[in-house]
């Protein structure tokens, strides 16, 4: 069994005395290609908050490339991990140059500052904006780009470091069909590729699960406890019940008409071809 790159132990995350997501257990080894899937609001951004280090777990562990969260300088695991997320695309200085962007992926702080890279560092920026067809930003201002463009550079300086665990969460939100479609050809190429990196891509759409993605994790509801349920499904707080994760395993074995009818609670139909999947109410 290869090295295991990360793992939650019964995490739970509470904020404003709510349960955001609880019982959430999860290991993921080198050199899988884990989907995380589920509806809007259960609670994927706040699960990668925490494998992306930038929140902790108010119940449980987690333990990321042999370190546990909280335990170990946060700063030395974020050069080892590659994010790409809307929330991080808001952190960067108003007028950064894109091409910047990608290259602070290196140490993993947003705005370039005082730090000093190589050439050989900008080249491979510069490399890896023509790969996702956006070379011509250099010099441009970050956040200027539109969202497609935006979302490229965000991956570029993911991959920037060459991590260990790379993390997208919802990569192809907000791109046009030809835009959505050149990321994915990028994202099935990192899924197929023959390397160590873990690589956790976020989404809530079956169509924008890439080629090459083999392990899923899907967030459903917790069940709400007799003594605290209300008709309308949500607690005595008024507040929806806490996500966790419902399945992990294959995609081909979680992505049944059954799982998903029952997850958005409607009849669903799940397809798959020419390696991509869609699903439709029926
Ligand atoms: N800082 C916070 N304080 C209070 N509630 C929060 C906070 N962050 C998120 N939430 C709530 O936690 C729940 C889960 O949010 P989260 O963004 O993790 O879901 P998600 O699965 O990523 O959703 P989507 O697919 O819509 O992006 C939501 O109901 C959200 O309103």
New binding site residues.
Partial sequence: MSETVLQLDNVEFR??R?V?ITDVNLTIHAGERWVLF?P???????AVGMLATRTFPSEGKVFILGHQLGKYDVFKLRTRIGLASAALGRQFPEGEDPLNAVVTGLSAVTGKWHDEYTDEEYARARQLLRDFSVGYLEGKQMWRLSEGERTRVLIARALMGDPELLIMD?PTTGLDLGGREQVMRTLSRIGREASNRAVVLVT?RLEEIPEGFDHIAI?GRKAVSAQDATEDGVDSMGNPSA?TIIYTGSLEEGLTDERLSELFNMPIEVEHSHGRWAAYAV
């Fill in positions: 904020r404003n709510r955001i589920g809007n609001g259960i609670g994927k951004s706040t919802e809530h967030m996500g």
